[in-house]
C-alpha cells in the first residue's frame, strides 16, 4: 500500500495546491501554499493537521500562504536556501543534494534553476514522487524568467533522468495549452498526439491533467525530447545540441 494519500485541487486562476499526507503517522505536508484560506479549509475537510510545507519556489502563487499556515499550525517550513526573494518564515533552507526525512521517507532535494535562480525539486524515491513546481509541465516547461535557458535545460535533463514511473506533481494546469504548441513541434509523435486528445476530453470536463510521470513526459513533451529527428526537422537545427534545440523551443512557446 502507498504510504501517501495525496490530495491535488486547484487553487487561484491555474495552480495546484497538493497535500500528501500519511495516515500511519499523521503528519501532513503542502506542497507550496498559495492560499492559507483554501489549504487550511482542505486540511480541516479531511481532518488532517498541518506538519510541514514544502516550497519550491519564491512566486507569490507558490507563497502567499505560508506565513499564515505556519502561524496557525506551527508547520515546518523547508525552501530553498538561495532564492532571489528570501522565502517567508523559513525554517528550513534546502540546496541541492540535501537529504532528510518526511514522515519516513526520503526526501532528496534537487536542484532546478531557470524559472527562479533557487527552485528545488522535492524528490521521493522509495515512494516514487517528484514535486517539480513550475519546472518541468505536463507537455511544457516553466518560462525561464530568472536563469540561463542553459541553467533551465540543465534542470530539465536531470528531471528526465529520474525513473520513468516517477509520479509528476506540478504547479500549474497548463497542459492543454503546453499539447496545442508541442503538436506544432513534433505533429507525428504518436504518443503526444494520444495525450493530446486525452488532454482535450479531460480539460472539457474540467479534470485535471496531472499528476503526470517522467515516462509519460518523456514521450510526449518536446521539451524534455531535444534529441527528436522531428522536432529538429521542424525548426531547422538538425546538427544543433540538445540545449540549442531547447533554447529554441522554449523561445517559440514564449511567442506562441
Ligand atoms: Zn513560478
Redesign the pocket.
Known amino acids: 500500500m502507498a504510504r501517501f494519500e495525496i490530495f491535488q485541487f486547484p487553487i487561484l486562476a491555474d495552480n495546484y495546491a497538493v497535500l500528501l499526507h500519511d495516515a500511519a503517522t499523521g503528519q501532513t505536508a503542502a506542497i507550496d501554499a498559495a492560499d492559507a484560506d483554501a489549504i487550511g479549509g482542505a486540511l480541516r475537510e479531511r481532518g488532517w493537521t498541518l506538519t510541514d510545507i514544502f516550497v519550491t519556489?519564491h512566486?507569490g502563487?507558490?507563497t502567499a500562504g505560508v506565513a499564515a499556515l505556519k502561524q496557525q499550525s506551527g508547520a515546518t517550513v523547508h525552501g530553498p536556501a538561495a532564492d532571489t526573494v528570501p522565502i517567508p518564515a523559513l525554517d528550513k533552507p534546502l540546496k541541492g543534494g540535501a537529504r532528510f526525512r518526511f514522515s519516513g521517507a526520503a526526501v532528496t532535494v534537487i536542484d532546478a534553476p531557470g524559472?527562479?535562480s533557487g527552485?528545488i525539486v522535492y524528490h521521493l524515491p522509495e515512494d516514487h514522487l517528484a514535486f517539480v513546481?513550475?519546472v518541468l509541465f505536463s507537455l511544457g516547461c516553466?518560462?525561464v524568467?530568472e536563469g540561463t535557458m542553459g541553467e533551465m535545460w540543465t534542470s530539465l535533463d536531470s528531471l528526465r533522468r529520474l525513473p520513468p514511473e516517477t509520479i509528476i506533481y506540478c504547479?500549474h494546469e497548463y497542459t492543454l495549452a503546453n499539447a496545442r504548441f508541442a503538436l506544432t513541434v513534433e505533429p507525428g509523435n504518436l504518443a503526444l498526439q494520444k495525450r493530446a486528445e486525452e488532454v482535450t476530453h479531460l480539460r472539457a470536463k474540467s479534470m485535471p491533467t496531472l499528476p503526470t510521470t517522467i515516462g509519460a513526459e518523456r514521450a510526449a513533451n518536446p521539451f524534455l525530447r531535444p534529441e527528436s529527428a522531428e522536432i529538429r526537422k521542424m525548426i531547422g537545427m538538425p546538427a544543433a545540441t540538445d540545449a540549442e534545440v531547447f533554447a529554441e523551443l522554449r523561445e517559440r512557446k514564449n511567442r506562441a
Request: cysteine-free; hydrophobic content about 10%.
Open positions: 519556489h512566486h502563487d507558490h524559472h527562479t527552485h513546481g513550475d516553466g518560462r524568467i504547479g
